[in-house]
């Protein structure tokens, strides 16, 4: 079920290293050796997860200042299939509150 209050947070296990060429990301994790190709709005959410627990509309509202898009551009709903990409990646955890 589709919850806003659901938090996410970067995997212990990952550490990850950003470059981008214009809209183009690439994203290494150190924890598992793989490589991931990206656009703008997929890395900045993943960015978002970095420092901690971290609301799924705080993740939104973030990336929307960081880009400054409006935030229904970078809404929750439009987020949330890259935030569960990246947890099957391992990238992520995420706990539903």
């Known amino acids: 079920a589709f919850s806003f209050l659901t938090v996410w947070r970067l995997n212990p296990k990952s550490s990850l ?3 981008h060429w214009g809209n ?3 994203v290494f994790d150190v924890g598992s050796g793989h ?3 990206m656009d703008t ?4 959410t993943l960015m978002h997860c ?3 627990w971290v609301h799924l509309n705080e993740i939104s509202q973030g990336v929307a200042k960081d880009l400054d898009l409006p935030v229904s551009m970078v809404s929750s709903e439009r987020l949330l ?3 569960n990409q990246f947890a099957s990646l391992g990238l992520l955890e995420n706990l539903a509150e």
């Not at 709005?41 to 900045?44: D, L, R, Y």
Request: glycine fraction near 6%.
């Open 50 to 52: 970095e420092s901690g």
């Open 17 to 19: 290293h950003f470059r």
């Open 35 to 37: 490589t991931h190709e």
């Open 41 to 44: 709005i997929s890395a900045v």
């Open 24 to 26: 183009e990301w690439v």
């Open 81 to 83: 299939p890259f935030l």
